[in-house]
Nanobody, 125 residues
């Protein structure tokens, strides 16, 4: 029954912004770490951002640090990715992911085992 559903992808010009949303159901969202990954055809899945269960600790991939922000709003079982100053290299399918390990106090980048279907982000000149 656990499910993650992404939304908010689309086409945006270089330098623009997008906000992705992820709605979770069927899991203990309030005790789970959440993350965003992205993947291009023929490439490995790339870590983008993650947030601990209580929102105290956040981590970002080197390519997005300073431009992207991950947040969560527990009353709606939702996690967001605000993407600013987008570049052509940000074009990818973006996936929401969950680490269901209860109250993990740090980011476990290999522990995310629940995935959404992805949403396409295309950055154009």
């Amino acid at each position: 029954q656990a499910q993650l559903v992404e939304s908010g992808g689309g086409v945006v010009q270089v330098g623009g912004s997008l906000r992705l949303s992820c709605a979770a159901s069927g899991l203990n969202f309030n005790s789970a770490g959440m993350a965003w990954f992205r993947q291009a055809p023929g490439k490995e899945r790339e870590f983008v951002a993650a947030l601990t269960w209580n929102g105290v600790t956040a981590e970002y991939g080197d390519s997005v640090a300073g431009r992207f922000t991950i947040t969560r709003y527990n009353p709606k079982n939702a996690v967001y990715l605000q993407m600013n100053n987008l570049t052509l290299e940000d074009t990818d399918v973006y996936y929401c992911a969950a680490d269901p390990t209860t109250y993990r106090p740090f980011i476990g980048r290999t522990a995310f085992n629940l995935w959404g279907q992805g949403t396409q982000v295309t950055v154009s000149a």
